[in-house]
């Protein structure tokens, strides 16, 4: 049964930084492409980035190109999604997610087998 948990949300004011994390257990890490997506109050979940199975190739969104980096460490089994000049619209839930083994970065939400429980990211103006 693969488990994801994330961790490192909260409340930040705008400029500022945060730094999510997703741990994963249940079955080989290194193999599988990670994404994170979010969803704010009233619209669609979103893809925001994801990384290759290797960590070798990464896409993110026009949105948060340039201010998001996205990374993994297979050792721990965890992927980061470091957030940097956050603007008040990216507050939404955060969700990390498990693809499929072998596979490069990955956009679309139905490609991805295995989801967490989702992290709050407030940015406040």
């Known amino acids: 049964q693969v488990q994801l948990v994330e961790s490192g949300g909260g409340l930040v004011q705008a400029g500022g930084s945060l730094r999510l994390s997703c741990a994963a257990s249940g079955r080989t890490f290194s193999i599988y492409g990670m994404g994170w997506f979010r969803q704010a109050p009233g619209k669609e979940r979103e893809f925001v980035a994801a990384i290759s199975w290797s960590g070798g190739s990464t896409d993110y969104a026009d949105s948060v190109k340039g201010r998001f980096t996205i990374s993994r460490d297979n050792a721990k089994k965890t992927v980061y999604l470091q957030m940097n000049s956050l603007k008040p619209e990216d507050t939404a839930v955060y969700y990390c997610?498990?693809?499929?083994?072998?596979?490069?970065?990955?956009?679309?939400?139905?490609?991805?087998?295995?989801w967490g429980q989702g992290t709050q990211v407030t940015v406040s103006s």
């Open positions: 997610a498990q693809g499929r083994p072998f596979t490069n970065p990955a956009r679309v939400a139905g490609t991805y087998d295995y």
